[in-house]
Nanobody, 119 residues
Framework: VQLQASGGGLVQPGGSLRLSCAASGRIFSINAMNWYRQAPGKQRELVAYSNSGGSTTYADSVKGRFAISRDNAKNTVYLQMNSLKPEDTAVYYC??????????????WGQGTQVTVSS
């Protein structure tokens, strides 16, 4: 299974970006699909979580500005980021818990996409 993330880039404060992450390979089902980020010198942190039932949670720092969504038919998760701040600058990683046909649940990570918020 591979997770391919895209959509990062350079944006001015107050701007918006939309990240995408598509899962491919031997997938029976996907439970949670999430976004994490890691800023220089900091630990990786959970930004947004979504499960197969449609429940979502967000880090306090992004509530009201970021929105996670999924297209289950495409095995893709999105992160719409609005009102971006310089402190949102980080490498963003997608993460998914994938169940195989034999029932094994495995955690996978995407390669990361850089988001830089700067004027």
């Amino acid at each position: 299974v591979q997770l391919q993330a895209s959509g990062g880039g350079l944006v001015q404060p107050g701007g918006s970006l939309r990240l995408s992450c598509a899962a491919s390979g031997r997938i029976f089902s996907i439970n949670a699909m999430n976004w994490y980020r890691q800023a220089p010198g900091k630990q990786r942190e959970l930004v947004a979580y979504s499960n197969s039932g449609g429940s979502t949670t967000y880090a306090d720092s992004v509530k009201g500005r970021f929105a996670i969504s999924r297209d289950n038919a495409k095995n893709t998760v999105y992160l719409q980021m609005n009102s971006l701040k310089p402190e949102d600058t980080a490498v963003y990683y997608c993460n998914a818990y994938v169940r195989s046909g034999s029932g094994v649940l495995t955690n996978y990570w995407g390669q990361g996409t850089q988001v830089t918020v700067s004027s």
